[in-house]
């Protein structure tokens, strides 16, 4: 414990003075932000897929009100032993921008499990159902293990892209995009499904919805900006700010 008390006061004193240094913004910030939180909106969008249009998913695919409910109680099933895999990987190098990526790729891969039933078997075919419940339930489970994708990195990327005085509305911007998405998908859906031979409509414009934002990763997403935005993010960035590995538990046990 002594060791790391000392690893942590010579950080301190290496430290240059903040009067020295300039924090410049960059105007991707806003481009990084808009992304992200398109896909948070996606995430809790596709999350409440058939909820909102209970009778009409019930009768498309003949499966219970019960099977619904635990389609969106994936949510919440999955999110718990995803959420420290989110943490190890976000405190990883790049870890904000590899979260993103995952987090693209894999609601992307979640919009088109869910569609491939309505692709390869016909609704009247007998083995419709239990073909689509396989995919629908792996299509939603692999969204909810976005979940913490989406929830945790939120102050990290406005501590890393923003400055101290934007802080505050970046994490706004992207701790309402979630629900933002719920309020659409409770609102549209039974607008769009107002039969049940409607849903496969749906579940093609969450592939769409999902496809734009992953395009836009795979094009362009930097892991941070050139210069950091203030002293926070200067911490976060530069790799000497972890001077010991057991630098987390240090600062646990001084809070305890």
């Known amino acids: 414990m002594a060791r ?48 909102p249009i209970s009778q009409s998913t019930q009768a498309y695919y003949h499966i219970t009100e019960s099977t619904i409910n635990l389609l969106l109680n994936w949510g919440p099933i999955i999110f718990i032993p995803c959420l420290p895999l989110t943490y190890v990987l976000l405190n990883k190098p790049h870890g904000l921008r590899k979260c993103v990526i995952i987090l693209a790729i894999t609601d992307l891969l979640a919009t088109i499990l869910r569609i491939v039933p309505s692709m390869i078997v016909s609704p009247s075919n007998d083995n419709f159902t239990s073909v689509s419940l396989f995919f629908i339930h792996v299509g939603q489970i692999l969204n909810a293990a976005c979940g913490p994708l989406v929830m945790a990195p939120v102050s990290q990327l406005s501590c890393i892209w923003f400055g101290t005085n934007e802080r505050t509305r970046a994490t706004t911007f992207a701790i309402v995009a979630p629900s933002f998405g719920s309020t659409i998908g409770f609102l549209i859906s039974p607008w769009i499904v107002n039969t049940p031979e409607r849903v496969p409509q749906l579940l093609y414009i969450h592939l769409s919805l999902a496809l734009v934002p992953c395009v836009l990763i795979m094009i362009y997403f930097p892991a941070q900006p050139p210069r950091a935005p203030s002293p926070a993010a200067q911490s976060l960035i530069d790799d000497s700010v972890l001077p010991h590995p057991h630098f987390y538990f240090f600062v646990l046990w001084e809070v305890f």
């Open 4 to 51: 790391i008390s000392s690893d942590v006061s010579l950080l301190i004193q290496s430290t240059p003075s903040l009067s020295s240094i300039s924090f410049p913004l960059y105007r991707r910030r806003f481009y990084v932000l808009f992304v992200f939180g398109f896909l948070a909106f996606n995430q809790c969008l596709f999350w409440l897929t058939f909820s």
